[in-house]
């Protein structure tokens, strides 16, 4: 069994560390915690071992922090939130943070600096980037009606 515990907790903490969740998710609900399980197992943890897995996850977030520290490594961007993490269209703080284009999660610098797509969605086609023919027209109080082509 601690063969088993070990081996969810190593999957578990991979998938915290490549959405940049660190043992802040010991501080979430329980509800959160059980999503995270469902998303990175691909199945429930059982009820009496649920603590232990976080507990050891959070051990091994830990180590991971600290080893990216010591060998002067970049770790992914920090979660904005855990809920955003587990999954931003439940987030009750974080859902305006969309890419208008695609929909996915925009990073905090890209919202702080007036962006509303992330730079990939935003390519320059031949009459020049849509978003910022767009956030032109809406300084100006105009609107796009036709789309380029």
Known sequence: MDEQLATAAKTLA???YR???DERVLGCGEQLRKAAVDQALGRPATAH???ALWE???TL???RRDWDRDHQVSPPPTAACVPCAVSVEECPTHTDRRCRACGGQLHRIVVEEGFD???SCDRPGTSGSRAILE???Q???ATLLAQPA
Do not use: D
Request: glycine share 8%; hydrophobic share 30%.
């Open 14 to 16: 991979r998938w915290c």
């Open 19 to 21: 959405r940049g969740v």
């Open 49 to 51: 071992l649920e603590q």
């Open 56 to 58: 050891q996850t959070a």
């Open 61 to 63: 977030l830990r180590q």
């Open 117 to 119: 797509t992330h730079p």
């Open 135 to 137: 956030h032109t027209a």
């Open 139 to 141: 300084r100006l109080g």
